[in-house]
């Protein structure tokens, strides 16, 4: 299947010599939502700014719908629609004005009922002939995306969409995003929020220090990255660990009432067995076992100390 957005040997080096994006190579298919997670300074932004057209690159070659964002500009850049981080916004416009102005920018007729859609979709119907300015900054926030959406595009870029805006707020906006999705449209975003990412993207990009350090889908990537630890809680504290225990990785907890064991998901079975065998043969009485699997986060924070 043909990606909706490609990004081929992507490069961006600034006139001091910082290297910005390092070889960015990324495919995202329609309908998907893919979260890109990284630290400041990464290089989130400045990836989603060339593709975008704000920043151009060095070198490297993007794609969107099949048109290129250089030689065909208007026709990829009127298929995106961008969320940036600063909440900038006409002060003296009205939402609806706002909204029928951005269509016009792409070259689109007067939709009165698309407005009127986008603008009760988030919340803001109510609040279409007010000036801008009166508008809270969550609001604002709202109008920003409806601003993005309202010329139809086909991915969506969210650039920390839900930094500093309440949780009603935050959870109304990932129940868009859902809806966005089931109509086709292409998601990207940026987030600190990784709990967030582990909710509602189908796949996670890592980048740090300019370099994409993985794309992979996030059920596959806590599979084979995650570890898991078994907690056995035990019957009768231990005062010191069986040696043959020990041998296994078996470590001595909360003041002995507990064996831990971690171990990778895809050795489950073996970790398992060589457990239930190890604990009987040292005659150790279990009390109850139960596992914890590795969080995204945590995955998040493995990759970021192991890149260079």
């Known amino acids: 299947m043909t990606p ?25 298919a329609k309908g998907e939502i893919l979260a890109l997670l990284g630290p400041n300074g990464a290089g989130k932004t400045t990836l989603i700014s060339i593709i975008c057209g704000i920043v151009n690159a060095t070198s490297g070659r993007v794609r969107v719908g099949g048109f290129d964002s250089v030689t065909q500009f208007r026709q990829a850049r009127s298929l995106i629609g961008l969320v940036p981080q600063e909440l900038t916004t006409d002060t003296f416009e009205t939402p609806k004005g706002s909204l029928n102005f951005s269509r016009g920018l792409f070259g689109l007729p007067p939709d009165p009922g698309k407005v009127e859609q986008v603008l009760r979709d988030l919340s803001l119907w109510d609040k279409k002939d007010n000036r801008i300015m009166t508008l809270s900054g969550g609001m604002k926030r709202r109008l920003l995306i409806a601003k993005a959406l309202v010329h139809e595009p086909k991915v969506l870029f969210l650039d920390e969409p839900t930094a500093g805006v309440d949780v009603a707020l935050r959870q109304d906006m990932w129940q868009m995003v859902a809806q966005l999705r089931e109509q086709g449209v292409t998601v990207v975003l940026t987030t600190h929020y990784i709990e967030e990412a582990e909710a509602i993207a189908d796949r996670v990009g890592v980048i740090s220090c300019g370099k994409l350090l993985l794309v992979e889908d996030k059920y596959k990537l806590m599979a084979s990255m995650g570890q898991k630890q078994l907690q056995v809680d035990l019957k009768t504290p231990l005062t010191e660990l069986p040696v043959t225990l020990a041998e296994l990785g078996f470590s001595l907890q909360n003041h002995g009432q507990q064996l831990l064991l971690g171990y990778r998901r895809d050795d489950e079975n073996i970790a398992v067995g ?25 995955i998040f924070i493995e990759l970021l100390q192991e890149s260079p």
Do not use: P
């Open 4 to 28: 909706v957005l490609s990004v081929q040997h992507l490069n961006k080096v600034y006139k001091d010599g910082q290297q910005a994006l390092r070889d960015i190579n990324l495919d995202v």
């Open 274 to 298: 060589a457990m239930l065998s190890a604990i009987h043969q040292a005659g150790v009485e279990v009390a109850d076992i139960h596992t914890v699997q590795s969080s995204l986060e945590e």
